[in-house]
Each structure stands twice: as structure tokens, then as C-alpha cells.
């Protein structure tokens, strides 16, 4: 079996070898053998980095990945994994969907209806929520002021 380089995997699947080795840190990687002191790796590197490609364009964080590889039994089946941390992730984003909507909403009412000259008008607008930005007030025991 031939052992490849972190150069020539990084070749083979696009990525940076500093890309690699943080896998390898935070530990969605383990850590190759040691050949006078450079990493060797097997070709079974390319199909476990394949998955992480795919699930990063998926949306998935690293955590969640580290999750897909180690978060299970081992007699856990790859498909049962991808269909939990699927269903998961599918929620999160008709959460984020629906946020995304709202301010498409809000950015419309700003293009159209703020005619404010300054910021500071702007801002007295949106404060008595009389402003085209405005958003429905918090409670008082909500609001808290940010430094």
C-alpha cells in the first residue's frame, strides 16, 4: 500500500494541507503514521475527507461533522447517521428561512418608506417604532442596552 503525502492528498482532494492538518487537531482526522517525522497517509483518507467536503457544502458545521464520524455506535450505519444529522440541520434552516424572510420583509419597508435625512432621525424613528425600520418593541424587561 502506498502512503501518500499531506501534499498529495491535499492535491488530490482541492484542499490546503494547513486545512488537513486542523482537521487532524480538532480531531475529525486521526492522525496519520509518521514516516521520518512527515505524515503518511493511506488512501482511505480521500473518501473520509470526500465526506467532509460534502457535508462543509451541505451546510454542516465541523462539530456536526465531527458528530457524523464519532457521535454514534460503531454499528451505526453512515445512512442513519446522514438521515438524523439531516433532519436536523433541514429544521435549522426553515428557522433561518423563515428569519431570512423577515428581513427581506424589513428591507423592503426601509427602500421604500424611510425618508429620514439623518441617522440620528433614523434612530428616534425606529426607537418610537414610528420608522419604516422599525421593529415590534421588546418588553421593557427584554430590553437591555449593549456596550
Known sequence: MSHLT???VAQQVGLRPSAIRYYEQIGILL???R???QRRYDATVLNRLAVI???RQLGFTLDQIKRLFF???NVTP???RWQELSQRKLSELEILSGQIKTMQRLLRKMMEKCHCDTLDQCGRGIFKSDCAG???KPSPAKRR???
Open 78 to 80: 453512515a445512512s442513519a
Open 71 to 73: 457521535g454514534f455506535r
Open 145 to 147: 442596552i449593549t456596550r
Open 31 to 33: 492522525p496519520p503514521q
Open 53 to 55: 467536503q460534502r457535508a
Open 6 to 8: 499531506i501534499s498529495e
Open 35 to 37: 514516516i521520518s517525522g
Open 134 to 136: 422599525a421593529l415590534p
